[in-house]
């Protein structure tokens, strides 16, 4: 039984190849990095074996790019012999020996590990605006992001001040939601969005959300990759709204594939109520960690190699 494993980074290359071979402790294992090509491509060490995939563009959090990028590699990854696909983020690390997530794939009855949908389906927004939720607002509006090499020359103080001054001038200019201004965490530019007339969501079909770090069986993949192939139109609209990942494979799967769905991930994250990216783990929440039985976590700061040497010492060996 074969996985691959496809890590998604941009930073901390020296961390990445840790986790590269601690993954490729599993038997028969592969493993493939996805880096982000707004930052210089690193090189593994000799002796290494990992496949480098670097982006087309630089992939803005949140933004189409982000799914051009995921897509590009699972096509790069078709050829590929293995039975289980885990992606996950530069930041994840193994809390089980990888070895068990082998035998425990090899056993499953499920046929993909896909978060449940927050909340059920994301509803087609009723026609006032000020009724809508945020998830309506994400996938509902067909967004133009400001170039980001652009928005970085402002400096963090005047960007803040850009983006507060969009919205007032948005909201002064076309009331009633017609267009709105999406703002997405410090350091990202903003985007225009305007409110959709049509989309392709359908009570067969409708909009789903949640995590968009998966775990997926090779039949899952290959009818992914055909969907893919089949409806250019639906990853068209995909791209134009905000944090597409996280709503187009669960939108895709999940009507024909939620009987054979775990509804949850492999990996354990924790959120604080309000943020947008999961809190750092460290040795404080060591008892936490062990009791999740998860065989993954993110995510981990790479500098507190303290509670990485822990991991390594008392829960891979």
Excluded at 135 to 143: E, V
Excluded at 177 to 199: D, E, K, L, M
Excluded at 225 to 243: G, I, K, M, Q, S
Aim: glycine share 6%.
């Amino acid at each position: 039984m074969r996985i691959q494993f496809l890590i998604l980074a941009y930073r901390d290359p020296e961390f990445v190849w840790r986790l590269c071979a601690r993954l490729l402790d599993a038997p028969d294992a592969a493993v493939a990095v996805q880096w982000d090509c707004a930052h210089e491509l690193p090189v593994p060490p000799p002796g290494l074996p990992v496949t480098l995939l670097p982006t087309r563009a630089p992939c803005e959090w949140g933004s189409g790019p982000q799914l051009d990028a995921l897509l590009d590699s699972l096509r790069a990854l078709e050829r590929a012999d293995f039975d289980w696909l885990v992606v996950l983020s530069g930041q994840d690390y193994p809390i089980r020996p990888v070895a068990e997530l082998t035998a425990f794939l090899e056993a499953t009855p499920h046929s993909l590990f896909l978060e449940a949908p927050e909340g059920g389906p994301v509803p087609a927004p009723p026609v006032e605006h000020g009724e809508w939720v945020h998830l309506q607002d994400r996938y509902f509006y067909r967004y133009r992001w400001i170039p980001q090499r652009l928005w970085v020359k402002l400096g963090l103080l005047n960007q803040r001040i850009v983006s507060n001054a969009m919205q007032r001038v948005v909201w002064w200019l076309v009331p009633g939601g017609a267009v709105r201004v999406q703002r997405r965490p410090r350091g990202f530019s903003p985007a225009v969005g305007i409110r959709t007339r049509r989309h392709p969501f359908t009570p067969e079909r409708p909009c789903l959300k949640g995590s968009d770090w998966f775990t997926i069986s090779r039949p899952v993949f290959d009818d992914l990759l055909d969907h893919v192939r089949r409806e250019p139109a639906l990853v068209e609209y995909f791209r134009h709204t905000y944090c597409p990942n996280e709503s187009y494979f669960h939108t895709v799967l999940l009507p024909e594939w939620e009987a054979e769905n775990a509804g949850s991930n492999v990996q354990y994250h924790r959120f604080a109520i309000g943020r947008a990216h999961p809190e750092i783990l460290t040795e404080a929440d060591w008892d936490e960690l062990v009791a999740s039985r998860r065989f993954l976590a993110r995510k981990f700061d790479p500098a507190d190699t303290g509670v990485l040497d822990r991991i390594d010492r008392e829960l891979l060996t």
